[in-house]
């Protein structure tokens, strides 16, 4: 890890106002959870627009309960690590406004940061297709194939968890706020997200248009180094808590 650029980040982040954080698939990765399109995640055994639609659900529900089964066998026990702790520090120590998170799997919140915005919803929150009855994630992790499509005991619709499908628009909600998010920030720190998928993208961008400084966390270049003041090429989980050790000191 490149301490020059550690402590310009540092340095940033201690003189920021008002930061935020937009983090992806990477940051999750020391928790157990792989990288969905990395080699060995589960893009490699599904095809998304065969398990990941609403049109799937409906044709198929049993195909995309086997491919929800296997997330939530990831998902389900996996625990926050040192990068999520860390983002949560800054939180709680007035540093950081908010977080903007592409994840799916709420451990921005089991670490214990309170403005969490979720663009792609969470697996910790189920519901009917059909009545929309809501149903608690612990039956979620008790399924077994057998038990598959998880069927509504009201009304016998397919239950699915509140996350966003390929071909479903992000919930206005999530848009608003992380556009409200953005519009006060004077910095970003952009950490395990490739910088590829919109409209989470666009917000480093929101934020550097308006003189606001963008502070990149990713193992290798991405979409977001050209734009970055500062990119820190290491895991998330070392970088972080390097970042917010010496801008809380």
Wanted: negative net charge.
């Amino acid at each position: 890890m490149d301490d020059a650029a550690l402590e310009k980040a540092a340095g940033l982040l201690a003189r920021s106002r008002t930061a935020i954080a937009l983090t992806g698939a990477g940051i999750s990765v020391a928790s157990g959870i792989p990288d969905f399109r990395s080699p060995g995640g589960l893009w490699d055994r599904y095809d998304p627009m065969a398990v990941a639609t609403v049109t799937a659900l409906d044709r198929a529900p049993r195909q995309v309960w086997e491919f929800l089964l296997d997330a939530i066998s990831v998902i389900g026990p996996a625990k926050p690590n040192p990068a999520h702790d860390a983002l949560a520090r800054l939180e709680a120590a007035g540093r950081l406004s908010g977080i903007v998170t592409q994840n799916i799997d709420g451990l921005h919140q089991a670490a214990g940061s309170k403005n969490v915005v979720e663009f792609h919803g969470g697996m910790e929150r189920y519901f009917c297709m059909g009545c929309g009855r809501a149903y608690a994630p612990q039956t979620a992790l008790s399924l077994t194939r057998a038990d598959i499509p998880w069927r509504c005991g009201a009304c016998g619709g397919v239950v699915r968890p509140d996350i966003v499908f390929f071909g479903e628009a992000i919930p206005l909600d999530a848009l608003d706020k992380s556009g409200q998010l953005a519009l006060a920030a004077d910095m970003i720190i952009v950490a395990g997200t490739s910088g590829e998928v919109a409209p989470a993208n666009l917000l480093p961008r929101e934020v550097k248009a308006k003189g606001g400084t963008v502070v990149e966390i990713n193992l290798t270049e991405s979409a977001i180094t050209g734009l970055a003041d500062v990119s820190i090429f290491a895991a998330a989980e070392i970088a972080l808590p390097a970042l917010a050790e010496r801008a809380l000191s």
